[in-house]
């Protein structure tokens, strides 16, 4: 059996090599007309393999083979793993690695495909349908995360296989070549170099170069014929990035039209629909010599002003579809000049209108600018126009230069309701026609107000008909003074208040007739008495409009002309002996009955009354000095009254308002035996008689009487505490547990701080007002001493800010504690009795049970004794510890005292908190009570906080535990 397979493999190495490779089976292939005749490879389904070194170097796949499940039947491969075949030619690199084929599709078949390091490259074509295949150039890898794989399109210039260079990628001779493309995964195309594997290009499409050089995309177009012009670097619209060696300077992007064209920005446009005539353009940048759509049709230069060329236009159109081709201006908006009728008229503008801001629409147009007056002298001009006349297609002009103020509508607080509205406020205009008073040469008038249709003045009787016609005051700030002219202005009201001049020297009753003279020489005074017949009319003394002087627009009697008075209106007796026994400077007599209706008016001879944004404002002052008795005022009010009841009667009633500090009565009195500041008295035999009475509501905080210093009294206190008065009356409860959290000091008022406010003097005992709050914050309150002012109304301390303490609403909670205590020592006094009455039977049982083992006693002591001694050490001390106990409450909170205490620097505060606390703080005050820092206790369980005192000054402080609102405990700490 063994020699027969010998045989049978002997015989198959003898037919291998016959079968290895065949051929034609015709003497001469090359003239057998029968292509499948002609053949080299296999007659049976076997592949073909291209060897060298019997290394396959070709390989041909043989029918049915598939890779990934397509078919490759007759597919070639070629490389390191020729057998790695995917399309009709597939090429593998010698550092080919596993390759998964996650970037191999299964229409990759008629084409190139290269692979090495697991990345691919093919080249072919794309089944799409009925005759159509697709050009496709593809590559990928089996992970498309980083490291990236870029397609590169790379030049290379004549040099060795190693470069010319090593370290120059923008030179071909290097030995990378020069990059002049590059794609990556991320969809991003990079155009020039530098792009490296950690510099990738950033954008869809990135254009970059090295070396701070200029980087430019250009767009150019030329002309079809037989000698075309050749595109220079000079042609088309370039957009790009100037290069320059210094870094301050490089990087600048441009954007040029290179030709002598315009520079269009458009949106929403059709670019197959655009002729040079239908932009649809947004925004243009041009040049005046740049050829555009021309008024009457046509296209060429536009430049009706003989401007320089050069010189930069810029349009914005309103309407797209009928846009700015033709700039005015350094900056056009809106539309061309002219209309389809008189297509080249130019409307308002004129050759001057070059720097600035032209607008345009219809045959109104408005130009800011500048306007050329030769010399280097520019001016500032505001233009607008319009035509003046009845227009072809519109309404009659001319129309108006208006200024419009429009406010938000949404504003808190809202602004006036014409400014919100939606025409705005109009606050003057410019109207070019002629007034009804001027001569036909005199054009041009200027309306101060609101014109406007929806306006006061509204069309057509209330427009501008003067140079300068303004609704509402004038003021003027500065005016010369020269009494020898003969002339002055007053307004005619049935002329809507026209000003004219007035001849001065009119003879009476003309406007000049005067009251009085002058005080200047000559004087000219009176001879007779002077009567002013008032008839039904009032006579003013009118102050002027603007503000005064001292000593300005003053009446004065019974001093010289010129005299210097104090006050607008000025009484003077001179000391002289007068036969009157009153010397009286002013009287002012008043029966005159207010109203018709009887007892309801008011009759008063003098009213005071002084308001204003003043610093201090006094209704009447009165002044008495140098006789025996002197009164600054000097009020009397009794009652002779024919009605039904005198309603009553102020000796002095004083009201202030609108000041900075209002007073209605201010009372000094000093330098005496007895000074009252203010004085009350109050006495009758019926009613009710109030020496001082005061109130005080409205305000933000109110007080009834406000006393800077110690109050004393000779009678008795009494507050409101009527049943009748009061609602929600609930009794006080754990009244003890409140008092046991106050803390009692005694203390000095610090009279250095605020000396305005007169503290008490010595030592006081009370609480502190923080602490107070932090447990009944009912009885505190936010005061404020008001600040104080001179004579002259400057102020001379300013506010100050404390709180007070109402010690009278303890007196519930001592009085409700008390009870408390009271109880709890009557309960405790039942328990003792008691406890006396248990005790004094178990004493009585004690003697008993002494008499009955007194003779036993010393025997059980001895039996007792040894039984123990018997025990060992341990077991002895397990007896003796078994009377010892702990006794522990795990939910009481502790606050220890800081050690060391005094401190210098440090201080240690320790404290236990249990877990059912949910808040908890601690709170430090200085000697004054005036709370200075306070810390959060986070933690539960035993704790410690560390305390720097070293800026503190010395002195006693204190710190309180705070649980859950309630204080726990106060201590004291001592700074050395």
């Not at 043989?62 to 597919?75: I, K, L």
């Not at 995964?185 to 290009?201: D, E, K, T, Y």
């Not at 957009?239 to 992007?253: D, E, F, K």
């Not at 039996?863 to 025990?871: D, G, H, V």
Request: overall charge negative; aromatic content about 8%; hydrophobic content about 35%.
């Amino acid at each position: 059996m063994k020699n027969k397979y010998i045989l049978l493999g002997a015989l198959f190495s003898i037919m291998l090599p016959i079968n290895s490779i065949s051929q034609s089976t015709v003497a001469n292939n090359n003239q057998n007309p029968v292509l499948q005749n002609r053949f080299l490879g296999f007659q049976n389904n076997f592949g073909v393999s291209l060897r060298t070194a019997n290394i396959t170097r070709i390989w041909i796949n043989p029918n049915g083979s598939n890779f990934q499940g397509v078919g490759t039947d007759g597919y070639i491969g070629m490389g390191a793993d020729p057998t790695d075949v995917r399309s009709r030619l597939t090429l593998t690199g010698t550092n080919n690695t596993a390759f998964t084929g996650n970037g191999f599709r299964e229409w990759m078949k008629t084409g190139l495909f290269n692979l090495e390091n697991s990345d691919h490259l093919y080249i072919g074509l794309k089944d799409e349908g009925f005759n159509r295949s697709d050009a496709i150039f593809a590559w990928g890898d089996d992970n498309a995360g980083a490291p990236l794989n870029n397609v590169r399109f790379i030049f290379t210039g004549a040099a060795s296989p190693f470069g010319a260079c090593t370290n120059c990628p923008t030179n071909p001779l290097g030995v990378e070549g020069r990059e002049v493309l590059r794609m990556n995964p991320n969809g991003n195309v990079g155009i020039g170099p530098l792009f490296m594997q950690n510099n990738q290009p950033k954008s869809l499409l990135h254009l970059h170069v090295e070396n701070n050089l200029s980087n430019w995309i250009q767009v150019s177009n030329q002309a079809i014929g037989p000698n075309p012009n050749l595109i220079t670097p000079n042609n088309g619209i370039r957009l790009g990035l100037l290069g320059n060696a210094n870094a301050l300077q490089n990087g600048i992007g441009l954007m040029y039209n290179q030709e002598n064209r315009h520079l269009l920005f458009s949106t929403n446009a059709n670019a197959g629909q655009i002729s040079p005539t239908n932009t649809q353009e947004r925004m243009r940048v041009t040049a005046v010599s740049a050829p555009t759509a021309l008024p009457a049709g046509g296209y060429g230069n536009f430049n009706p002003g003989n401007i320089n060329g050069t010189r930069t236009r810029v349009s914005i159109s309103h309407n797209p579809a009928n846009p700015v081709t033709r700039p005015l201006s350094l900056l056009h908006l809106g539309y061309n000049v002219g209309s389809p009728l008189l297509p080249g008229s130019l409307d308002g503008w004129r050759d001057w209108m070059d720097v600035g801001l032209f607008t345009a629409q219809g045959t109104d147009n408005m130009y800011v600018g500048l306007k050329e007056k030769g010399n280097d002298r520019f001016d500032a001009v505001i233009n607008w126009g319009d035509n003046q006349g009845p227009s072809i297609t519109g309404p009659v002009g001319p129309d108006y230069l208006r200024f419009i103020f429009t406010s938000s509508a949404a504003s808190i607080p809202p602004g006036d309701p014409v400014s919100g509205s939606n025409d705005g406020l109009e606050v003057a205009r410019m109207d070019p026609s002629l007034a009804s008073t001027m001569p036909n040469t005199n054009y041009g008038m200027v309306g101060i107000g609101n014109f406007s249709p929806t306006g006061p003045n509204a069309a057509p009787a209330l427009q501008p008909d003067a140079k300068l016609d303004i609704d509402g005051d004038l003021r003027i700030r500065n005016v010369e003074n020269d009494n020898s002219l003969t002339q002055f202005l007053a307004i005619d009201p049935n002329d809507l208040n026209r000003v004219k001049w007035v001849d001065i020297t009119l003879p009476p009753p003309g406007p000049g007739t005067p009251l009085g003279n002058l005080c200047s020489d000559p004087q000219s005074p009176i001879t007779g008495n002077y009567e002013i017949p008032l008839d039904i009319f009032n006579f003013y003394f009118t102050d002027p409009a603007g503000p005064l002087n001292q000593n300005e627009n003053r009446v004065v009697i019974g001093q010289d002309c010129n005299a210097l008075t104090p006050a607008k209106l000025n009484v003077y007796r001179e000391l002289t002996q007068n036969a009157p026994f009153d010397a009286i400077g002013a009287q002012v007599v008043n029966v005159d009955i207010g109203t018709s209706n009887p007892y309801l008016g008011f009759g008063t001879g003098v009213l005071g009354e002084s308001t204003g944004d003043n610093r201090a404002n006094r209704g009447v002052h009165g002044i008495g000095n140098e006789a025996r008795s002197n009164f600054g005022g000097y009020f009397e009010t009794s009652t002779v009254f024919d009605g039904f009841l005198a309603i009553g009667n102020y000796g002095v009633q004083g009201v202030a308002s609108n000041g900075n500090e209002n007073i209605g009565v201010n009372g000094f009195a000093f330098n005496g035996t007895n000074n009252y500041g203010l004085k009350g008295e109050a006495f009758g035999s019926a009613g009710t008689n109030y020496g001082v009475y005061g109130s005080a509501s409205g305000g933000a905080l109110n007080y009834a009487g406000f006393f800077d210093g110690d109050v004393f009294r000779t009678g008795t206190d009494n507050f409101t505490s009527d049943a009748t008065l009061k609602n929600n009356i609930q009794s006080i409860g754990n009244a003890m547990q409140i008092v046991n959290q106050l803390n009692p000091i005694t203390f000095e008022f610090d009279q250095s701080i605020h000396p305005q406010i007169h503290l008490a003097n010595g030592t006081q005992y009370g609480f502190t007002a923080q602490e107070v709050e932090q447990i009944l914050p009912e009885l505190v309150k936010d005061e404020v001493f008001p600040p104080q002012f001179d004579s002259l109304g400057n102020m001379v301390t300013s506010q100050v800010d404390f709180k007070s303490l109402n010690y009278q609403g303890f007196i519930p909670f001592l009085t409700k504690g008390m009870q408390e205590q009271q109880s709890q020592i009557d309960s405790l006094e039942n328990e003792l009795n008691q406890k006396d009455s248990l005790i004094n039977d178990v004493n009585d049982r004690l003697t008993q049970l002494e008499n009955c083992l007194s003779n036993i006693l010393p025997i059980l002591c001895q039996i007792s004794n040894s039984a123990i001694q018997q025990n060992n050490e341990e077991a002895q001390q397990q007896i003796i510890h078994s009377l010892n106990l702990e006794l522990f409450d795990g939910d009481h909170i502790v606050l220890e005292q800081n050690v060391p205490n005094p401190f210098a620097e440090r201080t240690v505060i320790k404290y236990f908190l249990p877990e059912s606390v949910r808040d908890a703080k601690i709170l430090f005050y200085n000697n004054e009570g005036r709370m200075i820092n306070e810390i959060a206790l986070t933690e539960r369980g035993n704790g410690r906080i560390n305390v720097f005192g070293g800026d503190l000054s010395r002195g006693v402080y204190s710190y309180t535990l705070i649980c859950d609102g309630q204080v726990i405990e106060t201590k004291k700490m001592v700074k050395q």
